[in-house]
């Protein structure tokens, strides 16, 4: 899962989000009985489970909140998983009358027991703001470092889908976002205060290239590098 390996031992549940990169080596993910669910989001980008209108439980706040806090990939042993899921392959290849309900209603089922198995003692809003706050001033202290989610995550002490909605929660932006805009408004201070040249001011903060800057800037500032009047 997004590049970390973990043993399954049989009789065990696991949890991935549809936002996450998972997969394994045919010989390995096909050994034995293996039962699954796979739950489908619009485009990758999304990092926060949302059920469609098949289920009744989609505007229930405090089970998506319990759903979407879940941290850990291992759920331990579920005797009760495994029922579940064997009840479903059943109504599944019956055609039976009342199947969809029936189908829908075992979903339901899986998703309340999941949410109900783990119950994390998440930090507290006000220390999770500090932890993004802090974070927050490393990147505006040191903007040309190279912020990817691998250096973003130790910091809050979450993996990527859980950093990122810390994040957005606190600043309004992902990561990446914020990173970009703290990278352009240090190049929009040193062109009003320095007599540097674009390319210079574009590459120490970590762009390819001027052209490449240029763009970055007159996308997110709605005008070019050059028409930034000095002020120094």
């Given amino acids: 899962v997004e590049g970390k390996p973990f043993t399954v ?14 997969g394994g080596q045919s010989d390995i993910m096909n050994r034995g009985e293996l039962f699954w669910v796979i739950l489908e989001v619009e485009h990758r980008e999304q990092t926060v489970i949302d059920l469609g209108t098949w289920s009744r439980l989609r505007g229930d706040q405090e089970f998506l909140q319990a759903l979407n806090a879940l941290e850990d990939h291992r759920l331990g042993m579920v005797p009760e998983m495994g029922r579940l899921f064997r009840t479903l392959a059943r109504e599944i290849s019956g055609h039976l009358p009342g199947q969809v309900a029936r189908v829908n209603a075992l979903l339901e089922e899986l998703f309340v027991l999941v949410a109900r198995l783990k119950r994390p003692e998440l930090p507290s809003q006000e220390v999770r703001s500090r932890q993004v706050h802090s974070l927050v001033q490393k990147i505006q202290a040191d903007p040309a470092k190279v912020w990817s989610l691998a250096e973003v995550c130790p910091h809050l002490g979450l993996e990527r889908s859980a950093a990122i909605r810390a ?10 976002a914020f ?11 040193l062109l009003s205060h320095t007599d540097r040249s674009i390319t210079s001011i574009g590459l120490e903060l970590g762009f390819s290239s001027s052209q490449h800057f240029s763009d970055a800037f007159h996308r997110n500032k709605g005008r070019t590098p050059s028409s930034i009047p000095a002020r120094f």
């Fill in 9 to 22: 031992s049989s009789g065990e549940g696991f949890l991935t989000f549809p936002w996450q990169w998972h």
């Fill in 179 to 189: 990173v970009l805009k703290t990278k352009l408004d240090r190049a929009e201070h």
């Fill in 167 to 176: 994040f957005c929660t606190v600043t309004g932006l992902t990561p990446k």
